[in-house]
């Protein structure tokens, strides 16, 4: 079994990475509108409107 556990919570959508029982790190976590995947948020999956004022939709790193 393996050491490092990823634990995500959808309803707060945050995952947590823990090490033998500890908390290592906590993220924000995001569904990509292409493939529905719970994933970790990263700013470079926003896709921009054509005015590019607004961002209308995250996609995954699969998916971009």
Same mark, same amino acid.
């Given at each position: !079994?393996? &050491?490092? $556990?990823?634990?995500?919570n959808?309803? %707060? !959508?945050?995952?947590?990475?823990? *090490? /033998?029982?500890?908390?290592?790190?906590?993220?924000? $976590?995001? /569904?990509?509108?292409?493939?529905?995947?719970?994933?970790?948020? &990263? /700013? *470079?999956?926003? /896709? $921009?409107?054509?005015? %590019?004022?607004?961002?209308v $939709?995250w *996609?995954?790193? &699969?998916? %971009?």
């Amino acid at each position: !079994m393996s &050491d490092y $556990i990823e634990i995500i919570n959808p309803q %707060r !959508m945050v995952g947590g990475l823990y *090490f /033998q029982g500890e908390l290592v790190e906590e993220y924000k $976590i995001e /569904q990509c509108d292409k493939c529905s995947k719970l994933t970790k948020f &990263d /700013q *470079f999956g926003f /896709q $921009i409107e054509y005015d %590019r004022a607004e961002k209308v $939709i995250w *996609f995954c790193g &699969d998916c %971009r």
